[in-house]
């Protein structure tokens, strides 16, 4: 069993436990609202984005444990995209823009999408107003510069999230997890297979991120919501990640997904 398949059946099974809690949830609201005949409408609001987390908490999970085995069994071929050495990675006012990765020209290289229905969105509201965003499912779409769907990004549900990259046939491709923090340090690894490909290091105080790839030498910094000051006029509205690299050197499509996934925890996109 490989180390990416045992993650991913963790995670099925991590997702099945937070569905259990949140059911009970909602179940107990429902039977407090019978036995102290509070507010019907309130509690109601309250256990619909609650009921339906539940739901689709428990439906992934069992898929997951279900399709664990195809984990990993996909050699990738890393493509490379031709970037500026300083980018910006940041999403526009509204809630449904995508992310984009700009240079400082503003000629977008690649874009994530959210796939989610309406009936969803209504349930993401719902659920921002009881702050329990951070442990609902996730789903997005990436395009590269010439707006071809290339990839897809799973955030999966639950207290201790991970997120898992797929190609569109379906394989799985990368995961990236937090280590838990013993200090002021947040760190975050992406894996290929068993392997860590990248790591992200900051201090949550500074907002200052650091990649390093395998073999631990520093290859960009990232600043949260820094504004460049060549390109101010067009970056200074936005919510995002400054990148500055260290040579000019093509960025391959793991760590492109990376600055998405970092960008995506850090930004609550």
């Given at each position: 069993m490989t180390q990416m398949e045992e993650v991913l059946r963790q995670d099925g099974k991590r997702q099945i436990q937070s569905a259990c809690f949140t059911l009970a949830v909602v179940l107990l609201i429902m039977v407090l609202q019978l036995l102290l005949d509070t507010g019907f409408w309130y509690g109601i609001l309250f256990a619909i984005p609650f009921g339906l987390f539940g739901i689709t908490l428990l439906s992934r999970g069992m898929r997951d444990i279900r399709f664990a085995g195809l984990a990993a069994t996909t050699d990738n071929q890393v493509d490379y995209q031709v970037v500026s050495k300083r980018m910006y990675l940041g999403i526009a006012m509204g809630w449904d823009d995508p992310a984009r990765l700009y240079d400082m020209d503003g000629q977008i290289h690649s874009e994530i999408v959210e796939k989610k229905s309406f009936v969803w969105k209504c349930v993401l509201v719902l659920a921002a107003v009881f702050s329990s965003l951070p442990i609902a499912p996730r789903s997005y779409i990436f395009y590269n510069q010439s707006k071809e769907p290339t990839y897809l990004l799973e955030k999966k549900g639950g207290l201790r999230s991970r997120f898992f990259i797929r190609d569109l046939q379906g394989n799985y491709l990368y995961y990236a997890e937090q280590q838990k923090q013993t200090s002021h340090d947040r760190i975050?690894?992406?894996?290929?297979?068993?392997?860590?490909?990248?790591?992200?290091?900051?201090?949550?105080?500074?907002?200052?991120?650091?990649?390093?790839?395998?073999?631990?030498?520093?290859?960009?910094?990232?600043?949260?919501?820094?504004?460049?000051?060549?390109?101010?006029?067009?970056?200074?509205?936005?919510?995002?990640?400054?990148?500055?690299?260290?040579?000019?050197?093509?960025?391959?499509?793991?760590?492109?997904?990376?600055?998405?996934?970092?960008?995506?925890?850090?930004?609550?996109?």
């Open positions: 975050i690894h992406f894996y290929e297979k068993d392997n860590v490909r990248w790591t992200a290091e900051s201090d949550r105080y500074l907002e200052v991120l650091t990649i390093k790839d395998s073999e631990g030498m520093e290859v960009m910094t990232l600043k949260k919501d820094a504004i460049p000051v060549e390109a101010a006029d067009r970056f200074g509205s936005m919510s995002g990640l400054l990148i500055e690299k260290r040579d000019h050197e093509p960025l391959p499509d793991d760590l492109h997904l990376f600055l998405y996934v970092i960008n995506i925890k850090l930004t609550a996109l």
